[in-house]
């Protein structure tokens, strides 16, 4: 069983930037894939950014590209991740999901945008960007 933790999140202005972090606990090792969620209210959960156990391989959703990026500590046996979140628009206020995904670690035939392919969810952080 692991317990993710997020962390990091805030009230920005519009251009702003904040890191989130993505602890895990009860685990020591980090063989597993790391996804970025998020929710705004009264919307879907959708997806913004996957990474892989290793951080060999990244994915993002169109609209947060080269505006985000994802990352994790290896040196840590957890595998901590973060999500780097530049240039932030009033759109991307959402409550933020870290989830773990223990089948996909490297994402060999898996879709990282689909939440079902992740085992393990945080309880979320909140994002408010305000113009």
């Known amino acids: 069983q692991v317990q993710l933790v997020e962390s990091g999140g805030g009230l920005v202005q519009t251009g702003e930037s904040l890191t989130l972090s993505c602890t895990a606990s009860g685990r020591t090792f980090s063989f597993y894939a790391m996804g970025w969620f998020r929710q705004a209210p009264g919307k879907e959960r959708e997806f913004v950014a996957a990474?892989?156990?290793?951080?060999?391989?990244?994915?993002?959703t169109d609209s947060v590209k080269g505006r985000f990026t994802i990352s994790r500590d290896t040196s840590k046996n957890t595998g901590t991740g973060y999500l780097r979140m530049d240039s932030l628009k009033p759109e991307d206020t959402a409550v933020y999901f870290c989830?773990?995904?223990?089948?996909?670690?490297?994402?060999?035939?898996?879709?990282?945008?689909?939440?079902?392919?992740?085992?393990?969810w945080g309880q979320g952080t909140q994002v408010t960007v305000f113009s």
């Open positions: 989830a773990a995904g223990f089948r996909i670690p490297n994402f060999n035939g898996a879709r990282p945008f689909r939440p079902e392919e992740y085992d393990s």
């Open positions: 990474i892989s156990w290793n951080g060999a391989k990244t994915y993002y």
